[in-house]
């Protein structure tokens, strides 16, 4: 069994045939935790899951790139779309956390890669910074883990150094900073903190020589395996739409980077996953 703990099957890019894609994957045995990113796919997450009990379950959250209004291309994939600038509503998210199968919250965090042409970089990270912590106080008090999202500026790792300073901050480490990009001694201090990493579909790439060296180093106990589907499809899928079923390829190079076995990984990362998410 593979629990993959990040992915959008509740976006658009599934609207014709999430039932075959949420299927394919429980046919295989693997569980997925859908992930939203405002508050009309974070309804959409809760929603699917709600019919899919056990095996599939909702995250709700707003991510910094829809608190302002721009056009987002994802990278390696044809995907582009249009952000609306949206307030975090608290009070509409609380209603959602009241469901049994929400069982995390976010995708929160900081995004400095995509940041809006018509406002000063500044003011956009404070207005980020501002509505995580109000995630991780809403995390906090309804005692569920945080999924965290963390996109640097191109070529350094600034933003997983603000998320730190934010977490110290609030107190709260209680969660997984998801998709990881950022460097070693990064990870080993949250890791120090409590927090989990989580790697997607990026570990198969054979350029990703450093997420490599990072794999290798960190307990097997500390990480967790994620698609971020539809995007970051794994070696061989590269390119195309990513679905949750591919988390068995993220956790099959994990095993190789580690030497060891396949079963291992899937039954270490599944226990986390289980004992984080309370599933
Ligand atoms: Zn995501």
Redesign the pocket.
Known sequence: MLIDT?C?VNFSAYKDDYEQVIQNSLNENIWLIN?G?QLSTSIRAVEIASKYQPGVYAAVGLHPIHLNEMEVDEFEQDIHFKSRAEQFNIDEYKKLLNQPQTVGIG?MGLDYFHLPSDKKPEEVKEQQKEVFINGIRLAQEYNKPIII?TRPSKGTFDAYDDVMIILDQVGYYNGVV??YGGSLQQAQQFIERGLLISFTGIVTFKNARDLHQIVKALPLEKIMVET?AP?LSPEPFRGQRNEPKYVKYVAEKIAELKGVSYNQVAEVTTNTARNLFKI
Do not use: M, P
Request: glycine share 0%; hydrophobic share 10%; proline share 0%.
């Open positions: 990040h959008h992930i990113s995708e999202h998801h998709c971020d995007y």
